[in-house]
T-cell receptor
Framework: QKEVEQNSGPLSVPEGAIASLNCTYSDRGSQSFFWYRQYSGKSPELIMSIYSNGDKEDGRFTAQLNKASQYVSLLIRDSQPSDSATYLCAVPNTGGFKTIFGAGTRLFVKA | GAVVSQHPSRVICKSGTSVKIECRSLDFQATTMFWYRQFPKQSLMLMATSNEGSKATYEQGVEKDKFLINHASLTLSTLTVTSAHPEDSSFYIC???????????FGSGTQLSVL
């Protein structure tokens, strides 16, 4: 069974700080990697996607991918209370037809 | 971006009744849709992959006779929870993608409460 592992948290950071969320995956054949944000009682929404090694920045968000280490992370700069949510790491399996989700990391940003 | 509409958003029903949840892709054709279930404070668990014009593929441990999936058109997939019981109470979410290795577009979810 291919797996995606995340620290469930909760991760608590003060407002304005950098939040760092980590994820490892087991399927070496995976080609794309996604971070979704989910507020309580709502469905997930896409935050970032990354396909190649290195960093990808979008506003306050930076995704980092290291395929050799099978590791993907999400950095949130200048964290805001509205960033408080569960962040899901998602990795389509080899073949790309099925997306495996991590358990999610709960982030709390304290005002 | 692509839009996936899910209805209803909330259902409260008596034990033993059946509940149908609809998932529609509004501005694209989805040959494949996915149904997830999520219990409180837990992650998304894939229940089944819905394929247009063919039988759904169920994940291990998911009862296909209890969770009936129909994907009769390229824009509509339905999940019917048959003879629902309190343990079926959960948040059900559908999703679709534009292709392999692509991001998922999620419906807004259905909160099912079985009394």
């Amino acid at each position: 069974q291919k797996e995606v592992e995340q620290n469930s948290g909760p991760l608590s950071v003060p407002e304005g700080a950098i939040a760092s969320l980590n994820c490892t995956y087991s399927d070496r054949g995976s080609q794309s990697f996604f971070w979704y944000r989910q507020y309580s009682g709502k469905s997930p929404e896409l935050i970032m996607s990354i396909y190649s090694n290195g960093d990808k920045e979008d506003g306050r968000f930076t995704a980092q991918l290291n395929k050799a280490s099978q590791y993907v992370s999400l950095l949130i700069r200048d964290s805001q209370p509205s960033d408080s949510a569960t962040y899901l790491c998602a990795v389509p399996n080899t073949g790309g037809f099925k997306t495996i989700f991590g358990a999610g990391t709960r982030l709390f940003v304290k005002a | 971006g692509a839009v996936v509409s899910q209805h209803p958003s909330r259902v409260i029903c008596k034990s033993g009744t059946s509940v149908k949840i609809e998932c529609r892709s509004l501005d694209f054709q989805a040959t494949t849709m996915f149904w997830y279930r999520q219990f409180p404070k837990q992650s998304l668990m894939l229940m089944a992959t819905s394929n247009e014009g063919s039988k759904a593929t169920y994940e291990q441990g998911v009862e296909k006779d209890k969770f009936l999936i129909n994907h009769a058109s390229l824009t509509l997939s339905t999940l019917t929870v048959t003879s629902a019981h309190p343990e079926d109470s959960s948040f059900y979410i559908c999703s679709a993608s534009l292709g392999r290795n692509e991001k998922l577009f999620f419906g807004s979810g259905t909160q099912l409460s079985v009394l």
